[in-house]
Every structure is written in structure tokens, then in C-alpha cells.
């Protein structure tokens, strides 16, 4: 997926507008008239509300009022917003005198309603524009990059990034090609790799794009073709400055970022639609699964404490979506102690690869072999889906020890957020012997995402849990 969601904050500064219309108007119907209550069903007054947003939403649409928004200042904004009111206000009165439903308004109403427009409008603007840029901007949820440049380069990028104060990204490391500065820092940012690790880098950090800007003449020692291959193969988007020629690479688009005209590679290109009814979605089934959760703990937490005095809870790191590190909950299976005892029992690992599972693990208590019969002892991490770690579909969440033994098309498996289910677990789940086998899996899971795939997983896993099939 790309990783400048160029359209996403565009779409909610106009519903922020639009509800600034809404607002303006009822305020003034009732600073006018008094009682909104009478007036609301007089004559026009209910559908010219509806006309006004709709055609609001042309406007901010044909005049693309969100192109320039994160950088301009506050006199620029107040102007933008007065622009667009005169258009509506223009707009509205042009309407009104062709339909003949001017009489059904006074003219203090109109001058009241734009002025608490302009005014409500402007204020939402300041503190959107601030919500992005001060707050999702440091957020883990926005898109981390890694920039591939040279060191007399290096500076040039920062400050171009810097100035266009875009929201959708931040750039958390730099790669300088040609010397060494690993340790150091340019204008802040760490230099985290040279040519020689860039990959293993990349393969361990939180990472969603990579932006590369070289000069025409950079030597052609570095492999650049072979260079963004692998890290597409690591599901990583990768945007290079388009005055390098000469690629013969698939699935490239042209975007603009920072400034600068960019070639963006994708692996998979997912619908943003999509993927907000994805989240709802899980925001619906993660309160749900939250309330059994609390209800399902009154009878399991005391089963687990009375076996086997200790926490709850177990929580450990997990490694999600592009390499981003949460912690994750269950109720706890195994008996105190049990990761320290883990060491001992390497050597029966029952899966080939960088995974580990065994059939009868000595560490389950009675109580947590009946929990993951029954996949119970799950239920707590809907609350790492309501958190927005987790998704109710997706792949499963690797160990840091296992995550740092990944190869970078490994790292591909964690393109989308990872799941309290997967295609995997309901094709076999733990009767699956072969890593590679799950990787394939959940490669083929995040190339061939869609609602429907989703939602038969779900029900899938709903018969799998029922008839505990494959879980140990």
C-alpha cells in the first residue's frame, strides 16, 4: 500500500467543513428566529441545508482546497476560507432567486449563518491542521520511511520534508551511500545504515516506505533495480525521485511527495474505502469482544490463579504491522516462568523455520490446555483490535526473537495488520509443520485481501473454534 495516503486527510477536512455548515446554520436559525424548531420544516429550510452541502462539497472538491492545506499559514487559511463562503454564499443566493424561495429567508439570517461559517470554519481548520501535524504526525500510525540518499544530499531532503510539513509520514532514519556514518545523526535524524546493511536494517526496524534520491550520475555499482525489488519483496513501498531512468520494474505509479516527482513501487495497492470499513469493522468486533472478554474473566480468572498462583494476564512483545512493536494479551496458558523454560525445549520444535510450537508443551497448566482447546484464552487481545494493534483478520504477530530471524521477504507477511485470525489458522492452524507453509499462506492472504475473504475467515474460524479443529 502506498504509504502517502494523499486522499484520506482531504476527506476529512471536508466532512469537518461540512459539519461546520451544519452547526452555522442551526445556530443561526436559532439566534433569528428563536425557536429552530419551528422554522426547521418551513417551507425550504430543511432541503436548502442539504442543497448547501452538497454544493459545498462540489466546491471544496473543484477548487481542491486541501492540496495546499498543510502549508499555509494562518492568514492564507482565513482567505481560503473566505473564498470558498463567497462562492456558497453566491452560489446559494443565485439558487434561491432562480427557484423563486428567497421570501422564505431574511437577510440577517443569511449574514449570520456566513459569518458563523467563516468563523466556526476557520477555528475546526486550526485545530484539524494541528491534530495532524502535532499529533498523528508523532503517532505510531503514521507512515515510518527510511530515506536512501548521499551524504551531500542528505541535508537538502531533511529540509525539503521538513518545510512541506506533511502529515502522512515521517522520516525515522536515513541510508548514505557512499561513506559511512552509521551513528551519527543529520538534522536530527539518525543515520541507521550504509549500501552493505541497508537490507538488515530495514528488515529489523518499524518501516513502511522507502524514498531513494540519488543524483543522474551516481555510479552505477549500486543496483538500483535489484535494490527496490528487495524491498518490495519485504512488502515495503518504495518511492525514487523520477529523474532516474532506465527501470524495467512492474507496478510503479507517479505521486508527489514533499516536492519532489516520485516512481512509487507497490507490491499491492489496497482500496482506502476498503480498509476503513476493514478498521470499523474491527472497532464493532473488538468492543463486542471486549465485553465477553470481562465476562468470560469472572469465571476464568479464578481457574487460572487457583491452578497456578501468578498474573491473569500474560502479556509479551509481538511484532505487528511493518514492524511496529505492541504488546499483546491473553489470558495466561502456561505456568510461571514458562519463556525461561522455553530454552530447554528448542530441540522439539515441532516447525521448521522461525516459529515454535509443540504439541505437548509441559509448560500448559490443565487449565490453559482447556483455554487453547477452546482458543479462550484469546479472547483479551480484542483489546489490542479495538487498540488498533491487531485486526480481527490478518496475519499472526511474530515474536521479537522470531521477527529478528526473519529474512526481508519474510517481513512481507506483516504488510497489514496482524490478526486474531488468518487464512493459516483456519486451513490447518497448528497442524501446519512448515513456516514457509504460513508464509505462503499469509502472502497469499495479503495479495488476495478483500471484505468477502475476511469475512469468510471469520466464519471459518467461528466453525474452527467450535469444533476445535487444529488447535492445540
Not at 468492543?287 to 487457583?306: E, H, K, N, R
Not at 497442524?431 to 492472504?445: A, G, P, S
Amino acid at each position: 500500500m502506498a504509504f502517502i495516503k494523499r486522499n484520506l486527510p482531504g476527506r476529512y477536512l471536508l466532512l469537518t467543513d461540512c459539519l461546520s455548515i451544519i452547526v452555522s446554520y442551526i445556530l443561526a436559525a436559532c439566534i433569528r428566529y428563536s425557536e429552530i424548531t419551528r422554522y426547521w420544516y418551513y417551507n425550504t429550510f430543511g432541503w436548502v441545508l442539504v442543497f448547501m452541502v452538497v454544493l459545498y462539497s462540489a466546491v471544496f472538491v473543484a477548487f481542491d482546497t486541501y492540496k495546499e492545506f498543510s502549508r499555509r499559514g494562518y492568514f492564507d487559511e482565513f482567505a481560503e476560507v473566505c473564498k470558498l463562503n463567497t462562492i456558497l454564499s453566491l452560489s446559494v443566493t443565485a439558487f434561491l432567486f432562480l427557484t423563486q424561495e428567497g421570501a422564505a429567508f431574511s437577510r440577517l439570517f443569511f449574514l449570520l449563518f456566513f459569518l458563523l461559517n467563516i468563523v466556526i470554519t476557520y477555528t475546526i481548520r486550526q485545530y484539524f491542521k494541528w491534530l495532524l501535524l502535532g499529533v498523528y504526525k508523532k503517532c505510531r500510525s503514521n507512515s515510518k520511511i527510511m530515506i536512501v540518499t548521499t551524504f551531500h544530499q542528505a541535508e537538502e531532503v531533511l529540509n525539503r520534508i521538513n518545510n512541506e510539513n506533511t502529515w502522512e509520514y515521517v522520516a525515522t532514519y536515513l541510508t548514505i551511500l557512499d561513506r559511512d556514518m552509521v551513528g551519527k545523526r543529520i538534522l536530527g535524524v539518525p543515520v541507521k545504515a550504509n549500501e552493505n546493511n541497508m537490507f538488515e536494517v530495514a528488515r529489523q526496524e518499524t518501516l513502511d516506505g522507502v524514498f531513494i534520491h540519488l543524483p543522474s550520475d551516481y555510479p552505477v555499482t549500486f543496483q538500483l533495480e535489484e535494490a527496490i525489488n528487495q524491498f518490495k519483496n519485504m512488502g515495503v513501498d518504495v518511492s525514487l525521485s523520477i529523474h532516474i531512468f532506465g527501470l524495467k520494474l512492474s507496478e510503479q505509479n507517479i505521486q508527489n511527495m514533499s516536492g519532489y516527482h516520485v516512481l512509487t513501487f507497490n507490491n499491492r495497492v489496497f482500496n482506502e474505502y476498503h480498509l476503513h470499513i476493514k478498521r470499523l469493522i474491527d472497532i464493532l468486533g473488538g468492543l463486542v469482544g471486549c465485553i465477553l472478554t470481562v465476562l468470560l474473566g469472572i469465571f476464568i480468572a479464578p481457574a487460572i490463579v487457583i491452578e497456578s498462583p501468578g498474573p491473569v494476564f500474560f502479556s509479551q512483545t509481538r511484532v505487528g504491522k511493518n514492524g511496529r512493536r505492541f504488546r499483546i494479551y491473553k489470558f495466561r496458558s502456561m505456568c510461571m516462568g514458562a519463556e525461561e523454560k522455553k530454552v530447554q525445549l528448542l530441540a522439539q520444535n515441532e516447525i521448521s523455520g522461525q516459529m515454535f510450537k509443540l504439541t505437548h508443551d509441559p509448560r500448559i497448566t490443565k487449565v490453559g490446555n482447556f483455554l487453547r482447546k477452546t482458543s479462550l484464552d484469546e479472547f483479551p487481545q480484542f483489546f489490542n483490535v479495538l487498540k488498533g494493534d491487531m485486526s480481527l483478520v490478518g496475519t499472526r504477530p511474530p515474536t521479537e526473537e522470531e521477527f529478528l530471524q526473519y529474512e526481508g521477504r519474510h517481513k512481507r507477511r506483516l504488510a497489514l495488520n496482524c490478526g486474531l485470525t488468518g487464512l493459516w489458522q483456519v486451513s490447518g492452524r497448528s497442524d501446519i509443520k512448515d513456516f514457509e507453509e504460513v508464509v505462503n499462506m499469509d502472502l497469499k492472504y495479503i495479495d488476495n485481501w478483500s471484505l468477502r475473504m475476511d469475512l469468510k475467515i471469520i466464519l471459518k474460524t467461528i466453525y474452527v473454534v467450535l469444533f476445535a479443529r487444529g488447535s492445540r
